[in-house]
Protein backbone atom coordinates (compact mmCIF):
# COMPACT_ATOMS: atom_id res chain seq x y z
CA UNK A 1 0.00 0.00 0.00
CA UNK A 2 1.14 2.98 -0.80
CA UNK A 3 0.68 6.61 0.49
CA UNK A 4 -0.40 8.98 -2.03
CA UNK A 5 -0.82 12.94 -1.41
CA UNK A 6 -4.13 14.41 -3.39
CA UNK A 7 -4.27 17.74 -4.25
CA UNK A 8 -6.64 19.73 -3.33
CA UNK A 9 -5.66 18.07 -0.08
CA UNK A 10 -9.68 18.19 0.10
CA UNK A 11 -10.93 16.40 -2.70
CA UNK A 12 -13.32 14.01 -2.48
CA UNK A 13 -13.15 12.23 -5.90
CA UNK A 14 -9.41 12.00 -5.03
CA UNK A 15 -9.67 10.59 -1.84
CA UNK A 16 -12.08 8.06 -2.68
CA UNK A 17 -10.07 6.78 -5.96
CA UNK A 18 -6.94 6.35 -3.79
CA UNK A 19 -9.05 4.46 -1.10
CA UNK A 20 -10.69 2.15 -3.45
CA UNK A 21 -7.81 1.13 -5.49
CA UNK A 22 -6.30 -0.24 -1.91
CA UNK A 23 -3.97 3.10 -1.51
CA UNK A 24 -3.68 5.48 1.67
CA UNK A 25 -4.49 9.11 0.65
CA UNK A 26 -2.81 11.64 2.34
CA UNK A 27 -4.88 14.88 2.36
CA UNK A 28 -5.81 17.22 4.99
CA UNK A 29 -8.38 15.59 7.10
CA UNK A 30 -5.27 13.17 7.77
CA UNK A 31 -3.47 16.37 9.51
CA UNK A 32 -6.27 18.32 11.00
CA UNK A 33 -7.39 14.82 12.17
CA UNK A 34 -4.20 14.18 14.21
CA UNK A 35 -4.14 18.23 15.53
CA UNK A 36 -7.27 17.84 17.28
CA UNK A 37 -6.63 14.74 18.80
CA UNK A 38 -3.50 15.72 20.27
CA UNK A 39 -3.95 16.84 23.77
CA UNK A 40 -2.50 20.73 24.37
CA UNK A 41 -3.30 24.15 24.45
CA UNK A 42 -7.50 24.86 23.39
CA UNK A 43 -7.03 26.81 20.53
CA UNK A 44 -9.71 26.13 18.70
CA UNK A 45 -11.31 26.06 15.33
CA UNK A 46 -8.37 23.53 14.07
CA UNK A 47 -6.09 23.33 17.10
CA UNK A 48 -3.12 25.64 15.72
CA UNK A 49 -1.14 26.94 18.07
CA UNK A 50 2.14 29.45 17.56
CA UNK A 51 4.44 26.81 17.19
CA UNK A 52 2.39 25.66 13.65
CA UNK A 53 3.80 28.50 11.94
CA UNK A 54 7.42 27.59 13.69
CA UNK A 55 7.37 24.05 12.16
CA UNK A 56 6.50 25.24 8.82
CA UNK A 57 9.73 27.29 9.14
CA UNK A 58 10.95 24.13 7.54
CA UNK A 59 9.02 24.60 4.17
CA UNK A 60 9.21 28.11 3.99
CA UNK A 61 10.94 31.23 4.82
CA UNK A 62 10.46 34.06 7.82
CA UNK A 63 9.49 36.41 5.38
CA UNK A 64 6.98 34.31 4.03
CA UNK A 65 3.12 34.91 5.81
CA UNK A 66 2.46 33.09 9.01
CA UNK A 67 -1.11 32.32 7.44
CA UNK A 68 1.46 30.22 4.63
CA UNK A 69 3.84 28.45 7.42
CA UNK A 70 0.61 27.30 9.41
CA UNK A 71 -0.68 25.66 6.67
CA UNK A 72 2.56 23.97 5.53
CA UNK A 73 2.95 22.65 8.92
CA UNK A 74 -0.21 20.63 8.37
CA UNK A 75 0.97 19.73 4.26
CA UNK A 76 4.71 19.25 4.64
CA UNK A 77 4.77 16.65 6.70
CA UNK A 78 2.48 14.66 4.47
CA UNK A 79 4.36 15.61 1.26
CA UNK A 80 7.74 14.11 2.95
CA UNK A 81 5.68 11.33 3.34
CA UNK A 82 4.00 10.29 0.13
CA UNK A 83 5.35 7.71 -2.19
CA UNK A 84 3.31 9.48 -4.86
CA UNK A 85 0.80 12.28 -5.76
CA UNK A 86 -1.77 13.02 -7.91
CA UNK A 87 -2.90 16.66 -8.53
CA UNK A 88 -6.00 17.92 -10.33
CA UNK A 89 -5.03 21.50 -11.36
CA UNK A 90 -8.19 23.46 -12.44
CA UNK A 91 -9.72 23.39 -8.67
CA UNK A 92 -12.23 26.03 -7.91
CA UNK A 93 -12.35 24.47 -4.55
CA UNK A 94 -8.58 25.62 -3.75
CA UNK A 95 -9.25 29.10 -4.51
CA UNK A 96 -8.55 31.13 -1.96
CA UNK A 97 -6.90 34.37 -0.20
CA UNK A 98 -3.37 34.60 -0.82
CA UNK A 99 -2.22 32.28 1.79
CA UNK A 100 -4.17 29.78 0.59
CA UNK A 101 -2.58 30.75 -2.96
CA UNK A 102 0.59 30.59 -2.08
CA UNK A 103 0.48 27.52 -0.20
CA UNK A 104 -0.93 26.02 -3.34
CA UNK A 105 1.96 26.87 -5.56
CA UNK A 106 4.28 26.12 -2.62
CA UNK A 107 2.81 22.74 -1.95
CA UNK A 108 3.01 21.84 -6.00
CA UNK A 109 6.69 22.76 -5.86
CA UNK A 110 7.59 20.95 -3.05
CA UNK A 111 5.95 17.76 -4.88
CA UNK A 112 7.62 18.48 -8.08
CA UNK A 113 10.89 18.91 -6.15
CA UNK A 114 10.44 15.40 -4.29
CA UNK A 115 10.82 13.12 -7.57
CA UNK A 116 8.09 11.01 -6.88
CA UNK A 117 5.47 9.23 -9.56
CA UNK A 118 2.71 12.16 -9.71
CA UNK A 119 -0.11 12.30 -11.89
CA UNK A 120 -1.12 15.64 -13.49
CA UNK A 121 -4.79 15.93 -14.00
CA UNK A 122 -7.93 18.51 -14.70
CA UNK A 123 -11.93 17.74 -13.82
CA UNK A 124 -14.12 15.79 -16.16
CA UNK A 125 -16.38 18.20 -18.04
CA UNK A 126 -18.34 15.20 -19.78
CA UNK A 127 -18.97 11.38 -19.47
CA UNK A 128 -16.21 10.59 -22.20
CA UNK A 129 -13.80 12.90 -19.84
CA UNK A 130 -14.80 10.57 -16.54
CA UNK A 131 -13.73 7.46 -18.30
CA UNK A 132 -10.82 8.62 -19.20
CA UNK A 133 -10.12 10.62 -15.90
CA UNK A 134 -11.08 7.22 -13.78
CA UNK A 135 -8.83 5.15 -16.46
CA UNK A 136 -5.77 7.34 -15.76
CA UNK A 137 -5.69 6.94 -11.95
CA UNK A 138 -6.12 3.39 -12.23
CA UNK A 139 -3.77 2.82 -14.19
CA UNK A 140 -1.34 5.24 -12.38
CA UNK A 141 -2.52 3.14 -8.65
CA UNK A 142 -1.81 0.30 -10.48
CA UNK A 143 1.74 1.07 -10.92
CA UNK A 144 2.57 1.71 -7.30
CA UNK A 145 3.77 -0.84 -4.90
CA UNK A 146 0.77 -2.50 -3.40
CA UNK A 147 -1.89 -1.64 -6.33
CA UNK A 148 -4.67 -3.94 -7.46
CA UNK A 149 -4.28 -4.95 -10.98
CA UNK B 1 -5.44 29.93 26.78
CA UNK B 2 -6.83 26.98 28.77
CA UNK B 3 -6.13 22.86 28.35
CA UNK B 4 -6.85 20.74 25.57
CA UNK B 5 -8.20 17.16 26.23
CA UNK B 6 -9.44 16.13 22.96
CA UNK B 7 -11.56 13.39 22.70
CA UNK B 8 -12.57 10.49 20.17
CA UNK B 9 -9.18 9.80 20.31
CA UNK B 10 -7.66 7.37 18.14
CA UNK B 11 -10.82 7.22 15.98
CA UNK B 12 -11.14 8.09 12.71
CA UNK B 13 -14.53 9.89 10.65
CA UNK B 14 -15.63 9.19 7.33
CA UNK B 15 -17.93 10.45 4.92
CA UNK B 16 -19.86 8.40 2.92
CA UNK B 17 -21.66 10.23 -0.20
CA UNK B 18 -24.29 8.39 -1.81
CA UNK B 19 -25.09 9.83 -5.63
CA UNK B 20 -27.18 7.03 -6.81
CA UNK B 21 -30.99 6.34 -8.39
CA UNK B 22 -31.31 3.40 -6.71
CA UNK B 23 -29.85 3.81 -3.01
CA UNK B 24 -30.90 6.70 -0.36
CA UNK B 25 -28.55 8.11 2.63
CA UNK B 26 -31.99 6.32 4.44
CA UNK B 27 -31.06 2.94 3.31
CA UNK B 28 -27.32 4.08 3.33
CA UNK B 29 -27.57 4.17 7.58
CA UNK B 30 -30.12 1.54 7.89
CA UNK B 31 -27.93 -1.27 6.53
CA UNK B 32 -24.81 0.31 8.22
CA UNK B 33 -26.42 0.00 11.22
CA UNK B 34 -27.57 -3.67 10.75
CA UNK B 35 -23.78 -4.67 10.25
CA UNK B 36 -22.12 -1.81 12.78
CA UNK B 37 -20.44 -2.90 15.90
CA UNK B 38 -19.61 0.16 18.50
CA UNK B 39 -19.50 2.65 15.49
CA UNK B 40 -21.34 6.20 15.87
CA UNK B 41 -23.09 6.74 12.37
CA UNK B 42 -24.87 10.22 11.40
CA UNK B 43 -27.16 9.98 8.40
CA UNK B 44 -26.78 13.18 6.72
CA UNK B 45 -29.03 14.99 3.18
CA UNK B 46 -25.51 13.55 0.85
CA UNK B 47 -24.96 9.74 2.69
CA UNK B 48 -23.47 9.38 6.44
CA UNK B 49 -21.07 9.95 8.81
CA UNK B 50 -19.13 7.58 10.20
CA UNK B 51 -17.06 7.65 13.40
CA UNK B 52 -15.00 4.86 15.18
CA UNK B 53 -11.86 2.54 15.37
CA UNK B 54 -10.20 2.27 11.99
CA UNK B 55 -11.05 -1.09 11.56
CA UNK B 56 -14.14 -1.25 12.34
CA UNK B 57 -14.87 1.95 10.20
CA UNK B 58 -13.41 0.57 6.92
CA UNK B 59 -15.25 -3.25 7.64
CA UNK B 60 -18.35 -1.14 7.67
CA UNK B 61 -17.51 1.05 4.38
CA UNK B 62 -16.47 -1.95 2.31
CA UNK B 63 -19.79 -3.76 3.22
CA UNK B 64 -21.45 -0.34 1.92
CA UNK B 65 -19.79 -0.07 -1.21
CA UNK B 66 -21.09 -3.03 -2.34
CA UNK B 67 -24.25 -1.83 -2.49
CA UNK B 68 -23.56 0.30 -5.24
CA UNK B 69 -19.69 0.57 -6.08
CA UNK B 70 -20.02 2.74 -8.61
CA UNK B 71 -22.11 5.61 -6.83
CA UNK B 72 -20.80 5.60 -3.37
CA UNK B 73 -17.66 8.02 -2.02
CA UNK B 74 -15.88 8.25 0.82
CA UNK B 75 -13.93 10.81 2.10
CA UNK B 76 -12.01 11.12 5.45
CA UNK B 77 -13.00 13.95 7.99
CA UNK B 78 -10.95 15.16 10.60
CA UNK B 79 -13.46 16.24 13.22
CA UNK B 80 -16.18 14.00 14.55
CA UNK B 81 -19.82 14.86 13.91
CA UNK B 82 -20.95 17.14 15.69
CA UNK B 83 -18.22 18.81 16.94
CA UNK B 84 -18.51 22.44 18.01
CA UNK B 85 -16.16 23.71 15.80
CA UNK B 86 -17.68 22.97 12.83
CA UNK B 87 -21.11 22.00 13.03
CA UNK B 88 -23.62 24.77 11.37
CA UNK B 89 -25.59 23.93 14.68
CA UNK B 90 -23.12 26.20 16.45
CA UNK B 91 -22.05 28.44 13.67
CA UNK B 92 -24.63 29.09 11.40
CA UNK B 93 -24.60 28.66 7.83
CA UNK B 94 -22.64 26.22 5.40
CA UNK B 95 -20.05 24.47 7.24
CA UNK B 96 -16.83 24.96 6.46
CA UNK B 97 -15.99 22.36 3.69
CA UNK B 98 -19.35 22.39 2.09
CA UNK B 99 -18.66 24.45 -0.73
CA UNK B 100 -15.82 22.22 -1.71
CA UNK B 101 -17.80 18.95 -1.67
CA UNK B 102 -20.95 21.28 -3.06
CA UNK B 103 -18.37 21.49 -6.30
CA UNK B 104 -17.50 17.80 -6.43
CA UNK B 105 -20.57 16.76 -6.30
CA UNK B 106 -21.56 17.71 -9.24
CA UNK B 107 -18.80 15.98 -11.27
CA UNK B 108 -19.38 12.81 -9.42
CA UNK B 109 -21.93 11.88 -12.60
CA UNK B 110 -18.66 11.71 -14.58
CA UNK B 111 -16.51 9.73 -12.30
CA UNK B 112 -19.51 7.52 -11.88
CA UNK B 113 -20.13 6.66 -15.04
CA UNK B 114 -16.19 5.94 -16.12
CA UNK B 115 -16.34 3.68 -13.10
CA UNK B 116 -19.02 1.71 -14.65
CA UNK B 117 -17.25 1.80 -17.79
CA UNK B 118 -14.21 0.32 -16.41
CA UNK B 119 -16.31 -2.52 -14.52
CA UNK B 120 -18.23 -3.47 -17.23
CA UNK B 121 -14.73 -3.54 -19.44
CA UNK B 122 -13.24 -5.64 -16.95
CA UNK B 123 -16.29 -7.71 -16.41
CA UNK B 124 -16.40 -8.36 -20.30
CA UNK B 125 -12.47 -9.10 -20.65
CA UNK B 126 -12.51 -5.88 -23.27
CA UNK B 127 -9.36 -3.71 -23.35
CA UNK B 128 -10.20 -0.25 -21.28
CA UNK B 129 -10.89 2.48 -23.69
CA UNK B 130 -7.49 4.52 -24.68
CA UNK B 131 -8.56 8.01 -24.06
CA UNK B 132 -5.92 9.98 -22.70
CA UNK B 133 -7.41 12.40 -20.16
CA UNK B 134 -7.04 16.08 -20.26
CA UNK B 135 -4.05 17.91 -19.41
CA UNK B 136 -3.45 20.70 -17.61
CA UNK B 137 -3.15 23.65 -19.99
CA UNK B 138 0.42 25.36 -20.41
CA UNK B 139 0.64 28.22 -18.13
CA UNK B 140 -0.39 31.28 -20.23
CA UNK B 141 0.65 35.15 -20.11
CA UNK B 142 -1.73 38.20 -20.12
CA UNK B 143 -1.72 39.33 -23.37
CA UNK B 144 -0.77 43.17 -23.24
CA UNK B 145 -3.09 44.11 -25.31
CA UNK B 146 -5.80 42.65 -23.39
CA UNK B 147 -4.06 44.16 -19.76
CA UNK B 148 -4.22 47.74 -21.58
CA UNK B 149 -7.84 47.09 -22.49
CA UNK B 150 -8.62 46.08 -19.32
CA UNK B 151 -6.19 48.97 -17.55
CA UNK B 152 -8.51 51.55 -20.15
CA UNK B 153 -11.61 50.12 -18.74
CA UNK B 154 -11.15 51.25 -15.58
CA UNK B 155 -13.35 53.72 -14.24
CA UNK B 156 -11.20 57.57 -13.44
Known amino acids: MAKVFIYPATSLILSDMVERWGHSPLGAAVAVREHIQTPGLDSPPLQMTPDDPKRGLKYAAVEVPSGVRGRMSLFGPLIEEADAAIIVNDADLAFGCMGCARTNELVKYLIRKRGIPILDLVYPACDEDGVAFVAAIKAFLSDLPGGVP | ?156
Open chain 2, 1 to 156: MTEYIPTHVGTVTKYVFIDSPDITPQNLSIRAYEISQGIMIKETCFGLQITGTPDEVGRVIGELRTLDPSHIFVKDRGFPPGDPRRCRANLGGARPGYYGHEFEVRLLRYISRGLDRLAACERDGIPVPETSPKKPPAATRLDVKRLKKIIDAEEP
